[in-house]
T-cell receptor
Framework: GAGVSQSPSNKVTEKGKDVELRCDPI?????LYWYRQSLGQGLEFLIY????????KSGLPSDRFSAERTGGSVSTLTIQRTQQEDSAVYLC??????????FGEGSRLTVL | SQKIEQNSEALNIQEGKTATLTCNYT??????LQWYRQDPGRGPVFLLL?????KEKRKERLKVTFDTTLKQSLFHITASQPADSATYLC????????????FGTGTRLKVLA
């Protein structure tokens, strides 16, 4: 596909369950970002992968959150033992050296 | 503390007028500043990027200025149309040149017909 693809688009889970969110970036893009957007709020930085460098995890809100990027392409954001405050839209973006970010449509997570 | 501020109040303007949105930041020295448009339920879409050594950038009806002394960017939409109604986000690379982008809170613009 031509754009950034995220799955699932919607996820409803029970408190305490683990969830995995997937991001397929644009082919050839070296950088990949995860952001979180709560209702009516701006984008909160979570994690940033750039090429083969160690990821910048400084935005992850707790150790329940982790992310990996396999083969410099697909990324998975994992949230363990979900809490209600984790409910938000999780946005993935990728970019090449120009710095322009291309976003997916997001994964909406609802924790009951 | 470090932060990026945009008008939190919604901005309503009349069709045909120029909309001006502000983005102020503190304690950063970004190499790049970007503006994005976000429609409800969608991911943000890139509009313009301006570099620290550029004062102004234009694209069709859009104009961005970047004042590194004031730590401020202004985003203008001229001859605004109802289709321009959306939330506009600024983003800057908080560690200069690393492309680690942090976003402002966004300003909701409504253009009235």
């Amino acid at each position: 596909g031509a754009g950034v693809s995220q799955s699932p688009s919607n996820k409803v889970t029970e408190k305490g369950k683990d969830v995995e969110l997937r991001c397929d970036p644009i082919s050839g893009h070296t950088a990949l970002y995860w952001y979180r957007q709560s209702l009516g709020q701006g984008l909160e930085f979570l994690i940033y992968f750039q090429g083969n460098s160690a990821p910048d995890k400084s935005g992850l809100p707790s150790d329940r959150f982790s992310a990996e990027r396999t083969g410099g392409s697909v990324s998975t954001l994992t949230i363990q033992r979900t809490q209600q405050e984790d409910s938000a839209v999780y946005l993935c973006a990728s970019s090449f050296f120009t710095g322009e970010l291309f976003f997916g449509e997001g994964s909406r997570l609802t924790v009951l | 503390s470090q932060k990026i501020e945009q008008n939190s109040e919604a901005l309503n303007i009349q069709e045909g007028k120029t909309a001006t949105l502000t983005c102020n930041y503190t304690n950063y020295s970004p190499a790049y500043l970007q503006w994005y448009r976000q429609d409800p339920g969608r991911g943000p879409v890139f509009l313009l990027l301006i570099r620290e050594n550029e004062k102004e950038k234009r694209k069709e009806r859009l104009k961005v200025t970047f004042d590194t002394t004031l730590k401020q960017s202004l985003f203008h939409i001229t001859a605004s149309q109802p289709a321009d109604s959306a939330t506009y986000l600024c983003a800057l690379d908080i560690t200069s040149g690393t492309y680690k982008y942090i976003f402002g809170t966004g300003t909701r613009l409504k253009v009235l017909a």
